[in-house]
Structures are given as C-alpha cells and as structure tokens.
C-alpha cells in the first residue's frame, strides 16, 4: 500500500499494471471475463496547465455537512490515448507530468453506489511523477 501498488475497481480485474521508469510506459492487463469487451483509456496533464481552481459550496446532504469544493482547470486529467482490449500501454511524453489508465468494460458493476460509474469500471495509481 505505501508503495502505491494497487488499484481501485468497482468490478473490473486487473491481471498486471506495471509501469517501467526508464521508458516511462506504463503497461495494463485486464484478467478478463468471457463475454466482457473492455476499454482502457489513459488519462494524465500535461506540463504548463492551467492551475486556476473556483470555488463551489456542496450542501449538506443525507446528514452530512456542508462542505467547500474545488473545480479545477480542463487540463487536469486529460485523454492521452483510448484503447479496446485487455493488453495496451502508453508511452509518457516528455511533457506528461503523470499517467493513470481508466479501464472500463460493457458489464454492470458487481459493486455501486450512486456516484459511481455505470459500468464496471478500474483506476490505477499515476505513474511518472
């Protein structure tokens, strides 16, 4: 956990994530389900974003309190390269501060709650800082 090496998924699996630091490629393996199409897109920002934040005020709900929120710039967490399938990789630029892969699949989450995505779905950690 301390080492970052996990991943977050509301029922996608993931066979391997590993992200090679000499190359600055991370590369993904979906375990993946008979019947079950998969998409991994990677996300990222690039150097010199836009770093102006806005303010909003999130209302308590369902007996939580009120809190203030960030919005931050478009630039933030990009599409870098989309891909059908269970094996890809993305190769960082030299002005990528970060990747992360977004791995969806057409199959309902075994795991949701209202905020989550509609479709199972994985995140991994960003890679290249």
């Not at 190359?23 to 836009?50: A, C, I, N, Q, W």
């Not at 929120?69 to 970060?98: A, N, Q, R």
């Amino acid at each position: 956990m301390k080492q970052g090496d996990f991943y977050s998924s509301t029922g996608v699996e993931m066979k391997d994530i590993r992200f090679d630091a000499e190359t600055r490629t991370l590369f993904v393996d979906v375990k993946p389900e008979d019947g079950v199409t998969y998409s991994v897109r990677f996300v990222g920002t690039k150097k010199g974003f836009d770093t102006k934040t806005e303010s909003f005020e999130d209302p308590a709900k369902d007996q939580k309190p009120a809190r203030t929120g960030l919005i931050y710039s478009d630039d933030i967490g990009v599409t870098l390269k989309v891909e059908d399938g269970v094996s890809t990789s993305y190769e960082m630029t030299p002005e990528d501060l970060y990747v992360r892969a977004i791995v969806t699949s057409d199959e309902k989450p075994k795991f949701r709650d209202r905020n989550e995505p509609p479709t199972a779905t994985a995140w991994t950690q960003p890679y290249g800082w």
